[in-house]
């Protein structure tokens, strides 16, 4: 197997999308690249070599950071298999990360929310760029988004995902302490990411998990928030990572 | 006059598309700004208040310099005067402007040569060969105080791409690029008989040389940083009035 550039982690269990999304990914894009997928649900077909899945029972954030460790490219995305990439994807986003001279980049694809299928020439809904704010109402909030690439150093120098999350918002705290550490974002013009409709998993939607009793928002507030509620550049409490003895390594 | 936050910097030639130019950019904008422009051609119109026009028959890297250093705007936007700008434009770069962590950022808008065709993504960059030349912008959204701080434009430039040093310069510098994605804001330019692309039978190898000497190793790829030291232009070389 080719030394992938790229690899695109993810906690997934819609493995009736899987072959779709590799299908996609490999046919119009040249750069090497790796899949991890972690996650309960056995795919009942034979994944190509570039292709991993690691059985897991734990949650979504703990799966996200197994798969991190058990991949190998130069960058990492944190993927979801609910996503349905532009043509080029992996190609435009390599493209504009190699022009980087910033190592603490966040790369982002425009996000678009509901994906249709039966849209002619691929012509699906249009991003919605406004949205890809930290808190919306608040003009200084920084720029982020879904589906966000980094370097792989940058990953491992910033601890990992913090443990504490479950299912939701700690990509939203990753590319907030990216930014603290002094990194930036960027959003490639030419890459769009669709989310296929919220109703086909409404367990990991943010929709579902966006309330005010989810005990993810509840931390990413005590992390980000002053009392006024104001998303703050600084995170007010410390970081803990999962530790070596909680991810399983398998390659 | 309202204290303008960002000042609109250019040299500029074309009076005849300025009028056209200031009711695009005021546009449903809310962000106070000003048009600074130079040059050697005297509109024969009255200008609105926030329009200043400094007549100066130098070169155009001389009229930018001049431009900007008689700005006021704590942001400076270059857009030259042959473009068509859509509603808005100004006040959704400064948005992601102030959206940006970095002090050093460099914000632009998507761009595209003719007025209805594509935004040309790939071409903004300093070496399109070269894989790892960096992102950069056309009509860049930057703090004044980086202009400041790292002297303005190289004095040797005659005609063109004073303004991509200068852009190179701030990312060597830790600054970052960021261009607005969306296909809303696309700045066009008019068609080449109103450009100034129509100017490069006029000098700009030369001035491509001296930019390529200064960013490109022998071997062809692009440094990140600086091969020569700047050579600023002097306060006495200067026109300052306001």
Known sequence: MEKPIISLVASAIRTQHWLDLYEKLSTDNTIPFEIVFVGHMYPDFVLPENFIYIYSEAEAIECYETAYRNSKGEYVSFFADDIVPSSHFLNEMCAYLRRMWNDKVVLLPRLAFEYDPDARDGKCTPPLDSCMVAQLNNPEAPVVGACFTIKRSLWKELGGLDRRFTHIWSDLDMQLRIYEAGGCPFVSPTTIVWERAHTEHPRLSVKAGAGEDNMDVNFFNKCWLDENRILLKKRLIEFQPFTDDEIPIVR | ?242
């Open chain 2, 1 to 242: 006059m309202i204290e303008p936050v960002i000042s609109i910097v250019a040299p500029a030639i074309r009076p005849f598309l300025w009028q056209e130019l200031y009711a695009m950019l005021c546009a449903e904008n809310n962000v106070p700004f000003e048009i600074v422009y130079c040059g050697n051609v005297r509109p024969e119109f009255e200008l609105p208040e926030n329009f200043i026009h400094i007549f100066n028959e130098s070169k155009p890297p001389l009229c930018y310099e001049t431009a900007w250093r008689n700005a006021k705007g704590e942001f400076l936007l270059i857009i030259p005067d042959d473009v068509i700008v859509p509603p808005r434009t100004v006040d959704v770069m400064y948005s992601y402007m102030q959206r940006m962590q970095n002090e050093k950022a460099i914000i632009s808008a998507r761009f595209s040569d003719k007025l209805g065709g594509p935004p040309l993504d790939s071409h903004f960059c300093f070496d399109m060969e070269n894989p790892k030349s960096p992102v950069l912008g056309c009509a860049t959204m930057t703090r004044r105080k980086v202009w400041e701080e790292l002297g303005g434009f190289d004095r040797r430039f005659e005609l063109m791409w004073a303004d991509t040093d200068l852009q190179m310069r701030i990312l060597e510098a830790s600054g970052h690029p960021f261009v607005v994605p969306s296909e809303n804001y696309i700045i066009r330019e008019r068609i080449h008989v109103y450009s100034r692309l129509a100017d490069l039978t006029k000098g700009p190898l030369s001035d491509r040389i001296l930019l390529d000497s200064l960013w490109k190793n022998s071997d062809g790829s692009t440094s990140e940083t600086r091969l020569e030291p700047v050579q600023p232009y002097t306060k006495d070389e200067i026109n300052i009035i306001r």
